[in-house]
């Protein structure tokens, strides 16, 4: 349940108009004169970004000429003379918006990546435009028209399975945008849609904003006893970048529980840290998203019920596999009284931990709290399993966690291979770029790796693309996967966690599938339903902790030593300790996410409610232990904000058809090119050209 898709581009490209505004083409003879370095593909190989050549200053010309080109496309093919058909209406659009396809995709994918000033005023100036522009096309009633009449005609057309599902697409797409309203219900709908534009980008920069100002600073090095004296020079460095030289900062991730919880003795601290982190954004200050939350609801409520729905919820369901918010429901409420009480017994465990140490140091005990559950889960840890986390870390450098564990297990599965390439441009210094070769010999594909936290970097862990495969373009994917690893001192060695090595292996399932896409039409290129586009890396994170692999790459940084078998059979034994814990917070937010959009309009709070709403919607949930709280608080939760509102089941959802796919690697020899072979042709490859449901069998 790590992370997903790049949420910074899903914020504002979450409309399923978009499909039609992503596309790639020629520039025709009526676009407007443009000369920046978006006007044609990039030189590089695989047209990978000139990020050495792209200046903030260039984007806002390239979002004219884009937009203003594509509507010149859009309007030739709406007003072609000739009989709808599908090359010169379905396949035209394909072929639309080369150069606001290249500059938006660079563009959201650096938002997410390296935000600025600059990028901020754009994002916001462009957001309710790109809005807009998507209105445009989706409410093109000449285009529609052109659209209907071909899905009407759809049987007597000669299409292949693939063609056909593209046109049912694009239709259903045109259909949830609005295109079959009235030209009054359409108005609603854009100005909804502008609203909500603006509304996204608001909240995802508040939230950026006030995690970097939440960062605690702690005066006296004795408070920070348990951290690694890496980790205490990384926090004395971020205190001297915000001219605090002498104190120490500890920044904060977008979680609600903070990794440093695991190791700080003081208890005080610990404290102030799960504070700072669980207040955010809910403080009344300029960065207070509960207004922006509670219009969010609203306006997405009146956009589902103009389009013939009762709830938001019901309105984004009905395009995933799990059908409707009743199946969710169904599924979560089974999950949450067993995670719930799997918590409890772990909580017993851990206060049992407390009394006795209190006992022992003669000092009255103390109930455990939010802010104790990591430090004391890490005790219970080490004296079930006798090890710690320190003492997994030297073993988990992270250039090698990538290179000889997560790429063997894609070589060994896949048979496909990386070399590192130094002289492709980066946008960041802190990122690696590598080549991906297929097994026959070919070109398959160029991985960026983004693995450190910085204050210009959200939160969180995902994958993004630059490029997208299709074969109607000739394109072949550039994909980038994202971390938030801190960053050691000057000189010092990146050292993991088995979370983030957990976590590395994850999102290289997205990559794999990115890699792996091989579809005729753009529209297809990982163009999956949210509760199956995590059903990849939640099968490529069994390859963490197989013997072979974790054999492979658990080297001692210093001697190359391979990491000793007790130690590795501890790892393996531990792997699902906690397990508790992690699902009751997991499913608090899950289901907070589903409750927020299952409300009928009238029933939405303002933004005084909002908070107290999420404690009542907990507490009717069953979530009613105190010391586990919800993963992501809802005015932090920039998930259900983006792309994954009502959406963030997908991961459990995901999880168990995942459970099915890794049954099956198991019982069919595991790591081998024959499974590999198997697993991309029928469930990868696809991408969106087969509905989910299809791709099991076929497995």
């Known amino acids: ?83 709808p058909s599908f090359q010169n209406t379905i396949v035209a659009m394909e072929k639309s918006g080369q150069i606001l396809d290249r500059a938006t995709n660079v563009f959201f994918n650096l938002l997410g990546t390296d935000k600025n000033d600059a990028r901020d005023a754009l994002q916001t ?155 955010r954004n809910s403080r009344g200050n300029q960065w207070d998203n509960t207004g922006i939350v509670s219009q969010v609801l609203k306006l997405r409520a009146q956009r589902a019920r103009l389009l013939g729905y009762d709830t938001s919820a019901n309105f984004v369901l009905a395009d995933e596999t799990a059908a409707n918010q009743d199946n969710v429901n169904a599924m979560l409420q089974k999950l949450a009284p067993m995670a719930v009480a799997n918590a409890r017994r772990e909580g017993a465990a851990l206060q049992a931990m407390i009394d006795s140490e209190q006992k022992k140091a003669k000092q009255p005990s103390f109930q455990l709290a939010p802010w104790d559950w990591a430090f004391y889960s890490e005790k219970v840890r080490q004296a079930k399993y006798n090890f710690d986390e320190s003492q997994l870390k030297p073993y988990f450098e992270m250039k090698n966690v990538l290179e000889n564990g997560v790429f063997y297990a894609a070589n060994k599965l896949y048979g496909i291979s990386f070399k590192e390439r130094t002289d492709l441009p980066k946008y960041h210094a802190d990122t690696w770029t590598y080549e991906v070769t297929d097994k026959d010999g070919s070109k398959l594909a160029i991985f960026i790796f983004d693995p450190y936290a910085r204050a210009s970097k959200r939160g969180g862990a995902w994958m993004n693309t630059y490029v997208a495969q299709s074969a109607l373009l000739g394109e072949k994917p550039v994909v980038a996967n994202h971390l938030n690893v801190p960053k050691p001192s000057e000189g010092k060695p990146t050292l993991l966690t088995w979370d983030e090595v957990t976590t590395a292996f994850h999102e290289f399932g997205h990559a794999l599938h990115g890699f792996f896409q091989d579809v005729r039409y753009p529209y297809f290129s990982m163009n999956v339903p949210r509760d199956f586009v995590e059903y990849p890396s939640q099968v490529n994170e069994m390859w963490a902790d197989w013997p072979e692999v974790l054999a492979h790459y658990a080297k001692h940084y210093q001697t190359g030593a391979a990491m000793p078998k007790e130690l590795l059979d501890k790892v393996i034994a531990a792997s699902k300790f906690n397990q508790g814990f992690a699902t009751t917070e997991y499913l608090q937010a899950a289901m907070l996410d589903q409750n927020l959009h299952q409300l009928p309009l009238e029933q939405i709070p303002d933004a005084a409610g909002i908070m107290p709403f999420e404690a009542k919607a907990l507490l009717a949930d069953g979530f009613d232990y105190a010391p586990v709280q919800p ?10 904000m983006g792309g994954y509102a009502a959406g963030y089941y997908a991961y459990i959802w995901s999880e168990v058809l995942g459970a099915n796919t890794t049954q099956w690697i198991r019982n069919n020899g595991g ?20 509905a989910p449901g299809k791709l099991f069998p076929n497995l």
Do not use: W
């Open 1 to 83: 349940m790590t992370c997903a898709l790049a949420l910074a581009i899903a914020t504002i490209l979450s409309t399923p108009a978009h499909a039609a505004a992503k596309k790639q083409a020629t520039t025709m003879t009526t676009a407007p004169a443009y000369s920046g370095p978006f006007a044609a593909p990039s030189p590089l190989e695989l047209n990978y970004p000139q990020f050495d050549k792209i200046k903030d200053s260039d984007f806002a010309p390239a979002f004219n000429a884009g937009m203003a080109q594509q509507l010149a496309e859009i309007d030739a093919i709406a007003n072609n003379p000739e009989k």
């Open 125 to 279: 100036e462009y957001a309710p435009k790109f809005s807009a522009h998507r209105d445009s096309i989706t409410l093109n009633p000449k285009l529609f028209a052109r659209i209907k009449s071909l899905y009407d005609a759809r049987a007597t057309l000669g299409l292949d399975a693939v063609d056909q599902r593209l046109l049912e697409k694009r239709y259903e797409d045109f259909v949830r945008g609005g295109a079959a309203l009235t030209d009054a219900q359409k108005a609603q709908i854009r100005d909804i849609n502008t609203q909500l534009s603006k509304l996204g980008t608001q909240f995802s920069q508040n939230v950026l904003k006030e995690v970097n100002e939440s960062a605690v600073v702690v005066d006296d090095i004795a408070q920070l006893k348990g951290l690694s004296d890496e980790q205490i020079g990384a926090a004395a460095e971020a205190a001297k970048a915000r001219g605090l030289e002498g104190k120490y900062v500890i920044a904060l991730l977008n979680t609600t529980g903070q990794p440093v919880e695991t190791q700080l003795q003081n208890r005080a601290l610990r404290q102030r840290i799960r504070e700072a982190s669980i207040s």
């Open 631 to 640: 993963r992501y608080k809802t005015p932090y939760f920039s998930h259900i």
């Open 671 to 690: 790591l081998t090119l024959e499974n590999g072979d198997r697993v991309r042709a029928k469930v990868l490859a696809p991408g969106g050209e087969i």
